[in-house]
């Protein structure tokens, strides 16, 4: 079993920035996959990041690309989500979650996800 904890979403103006946390316990992450989705009011959750183990490839959804970045530190069993230039529909619930294997934007190929963190960025 792996166990996720988010951490670092609060409230941020426009063009302001916040770094995300998902601390894993359980088991270490070298071998898996990790993901950021997100959830806003009204629309369905959504693929935001992914980072893959063991050769740390990395996807980005084109709403957040040049924008967020996705990164990891294995010996720290954490992987992060940098978030730069924030903008109001970046307002959500961020989720982490994880898979062995490689990432992948489906959602519902991830196993283990966290409790998720708000984060709110005002005009």
């Known amino acids: 079993q792996v166990q996720l904890v988010e951490s670092g979403g609060g409230l941020v103006q426009a063009g302001g920035s916040l770094r995300l946390s998902c601390a894993a316990s359980?088991?270490?992450?070298?071998?898996?996959?990790m993901a950021w989705f997100r959830h806003a009011p009204g629309k369905d959750r959504e693929f935001t990041a992914t980072?893959?183990?063991?050769?740390?490839?990395?996807d980005y959804d084109s709403s957040v690309k040049g924008r967020f970045t996705i990164s990891r530190n294995n010996a720290k069993n954490t992987v992060y989500l940098q978030m730069n230039s924030l903008k109001p529909e970046d307002t959500a619930v961020y989720y982490c979650?994880?898979?062995w294997g490689p990432g992948t934007r489906d959602e519902s190929r991830y196993d283990y996800w966290g409790q998720g963190t708000q984060v709110t960025v005002s005009s």
């Open positions: 359980g088991r270490t992450l070298y071998n898996y996959a």
């Open positions: 979650a994880a898979k």
């Open positions: 980072i893959s183990g063991i050769n740390d490839v990395r």
